[in-house]
Nanobody
């Protein structure tokens, strides 16, 4: 069974930066497309960005484009979300997700097969 564990969340001031990590175990991480989503209180889970299994392709939501960067290290079975120029509206629980076929770089929650438990990011104004 694939397990995904996020870490790196916390409290940061507006304009600051955070790096989230998502460590995978129990599957063939190097073959998965990986995505990041977030969910603010009272809102639906929304797409943040995704990265192909090779790391050569990335795809971002317009709301984070130019501020967030996704990368991966297939030797460490880890995907990262570098978040810069954070805004209060970025406050949410952030989730990583894995798409096991490696064929899709989806933006919908139903595109993904496995999910982490989430890590809280709070941006103060």
């Amino acid at each position: 069974q694939v397990q995904l564990v996020e870490s790196g969340g916390g409290l940061v001031q507006a304009g600051g930066s955070l790096i989230l990590s998502c460590a995978a175990s129990g599957g063939d991480f190097s073959m998965y497309s990986m995505g990041w989503f977030r969910q603010a209180p009272g809102k639906e889970r929304e797409f943040v960005g995704a990265i192909s299994w090779t790391g050569s392709s990335t795809y971002y939501a317009d709301s984070v484009k130019g501020r967030f960067t996704i990368s991966r290290d297939n030797y460490k079975n880890t995907v990262y979300l570098q978040m810069n120029s954070l805004k209060p509206e970025d406050t949410a629980v952030y989730y990583c997700a894995a798409e096991r076929s490696g064929l899709r770089l989806g933006a919908a929650t139903y595109d993904y097969d496995y999910w982490g438990q989430g890590t809280q990011v709070t941006v103060s104004s």
